[in-house]
């Protein structure tokens, strides 16, 4: 079972004043988990959690997280922006893009945030536009496939992301001599990895390849970032990843390796679809049905505000607010409105029967939900609002209008005398 943080009578309120569709985060649900998360590594003394901006790109999400004592990881300048407006501060932003356009770096640095180098050819660039800073984290991949417990969670000979071993240390001693005094390394192998072991055993790896690369280079490694991974369970009847046990696995990993090595490290992470994912929802209507080959469910949102099932296939939950209790007896396919035959929420779901105005809440679209959001078809993005903790309930950003849709085709006198429904 999975049970919505929202009911009928709550968006039948909310209606009232926000129309559907819209993305409505659960402040209560985000401040509890950060603080579990926050809890599983207190035995590390520099442990902090940069939050992965892409995954809900809002400031009062941000903000919420920076009050839980995380920080931002950001991949391109607009995501400094925001970590900028939130107020984030020296140390609090971990910047770890790839094929970084000029400026960014700069920019990145002017913040005091944390540089993460996807490759050795950024050094020289990095030192052209804003010199090298006293701390630099390189990211690694260690090619070939990754496992854990047997099973091959992902494969990182076939990515595009990090150095290779023998670059790592070439772009540690390069990096000394450019002036670099502390070190980080950083590795994303595995997105959504749903077992406790994944960031123990990514630890381990890391960790070694700390005490071997400060061996080979005299390199002072202060910082493993671990970043993302973390999976949820989409699926009701999945057990969710237990942070406790996480946290306590990678302690085990690091009394086995760094301290006997004399070593003393502050763990990071880059968690996006952990931190947010759960408290999210993207709340639509039943506004159509049609009885054809299948029997399908016309809502009011559609990929464009949501693109996992299109995009991968991806399983969210429906919960149909109000029959939380009746029998799953119809089949539907529940479906957005886009010129796209892959516009589909659930395809040969098992539901309640649905009627014409019933409310429909999607599940577990709080990270890379509203964020991948995209225009296609005319198609405008949603608002998006928090439930806080006190029961109310705030708009974070208002739906977009027509208005937004065309602004950058201020270039076409064309457009200047269209009356906007
Ligand atoms: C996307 C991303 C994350 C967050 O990944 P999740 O799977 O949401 O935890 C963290 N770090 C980097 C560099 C990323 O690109």
Redesign the pocket.
């Known amino acids: 079972m999975k049970t919505p943080f929202v009911t009928k009578e709550l968006v039948q309120e909310i209606v009232k004043k926000y129309p559907t569709p819209f993305h409505i985060y659960d402040e209560k649900g985000i401040r509890e988990n950060a603080r579990k998360l926050k809890e599983a590594f207190s035995w590390n003394k520099g442990f902090k959690e940069?939050f992965?901006v892409?995954?809900t790109p809002n400031p009062y999400i941000l903000q919420i997280l920076k009050e839980e004592g995380c920080g931002v990881?950001c991949?391109s300048i607009q995501e400094l922006y925001l970590a900028e407006a939130v107020g984030m501060k020296e140390g609090d932003i971990?910047f770890?893009s790839?094929e970084t356009p000029a400026g960014e770096f700069a920019k990145a640095r002017e913040l005091g945030g944390y540089i993460?180098l996807d490759d050795i050819t950024l050094i020289d660039f990095l030192d052209k536009e804003c010199g090298i800073p006293e701390t630099v984290f390189c990211?690694f991949n260690p090619g070939g496939f990754y496992n854990v417990s047997n099973d091959i969670m992902d494969n990182p000979g076939d990515s595009k992301?990090g150095m290779t071993r023998h670059q790592i240390a070439d772009a540690y001693r390069r990096l000394m001599m450019l002036g670099a005094k502390n070190f980080g390394i950083?590795a994303?192998l595995c997105?959504?990895a749903l077992t406790n072991d994944y960031y123990p055993m990514l630890a381990r790896d890391l960790f070694k390849l700390a005490v071997e690369l400060h061996e080979e280079t005299g390199a002072d490694i202060r910082y493993i970032n671990l970043?993302?991974?973390?999976?949820i369970p989409y699926r009701p009847g999945i057990k969710p990843c237990d942070i406790m046990k996480i946290g306590e696995g990678v302690r085990a990993a690091y009394e086995e390796i760094i301290e006997p090595a004399g070593m003393e490290v502050a763990i990071f992470t880059?968690?996006?679809?952990?931190?947010?994912?759960p408290y999210g929802h993207l709340i639509c209507k039943a506004i159509h049905e049609k009885h054809i080959y299948k029997e399908y469910i016309g809502v009011d949102a559609c990929a464009a505000n949501l693109m996992r099932p299109a995009m991968y296939g991806a399983y969210h939950h429906l919960t149909v607010l109000g029959k939380e209790d009746a029998e799953c007896d119809h089949r539907y396919d529940v479906v957005g409105n886009l010129c796209e035959n892959n516009d589909k929420f659930a395809i040969d779901r098992d539901l309640p029967r649905i009627d014409i105005g019933d409310y429909i809440c999607i599940h577990d679209t709080g990270?890379?939900g509203f964020s991948m959001g995209y225009n296609y078809n005319g198609m405008l993005r949603s608002a998006e609002l928090l439930l806080k903790e006190d029961g109310s309930v705030q708009l974070i950003r208002r739906a977009e209008t027509a208005h937004d849709y065309f602004a950058t085709l201020d270039v076409c006198p064309m457009m200047k005398n269209i009356n906007y429904k």
């Open positions: 940069f992965a892409k995954a990881d991949a971990m770890s790839n993460n990211r992301y950083h994303f997105s959504g970043s993302g991974g973390i999976g880059e968690l996006g679809r952990f931190m947010l994912a990270a890379h």
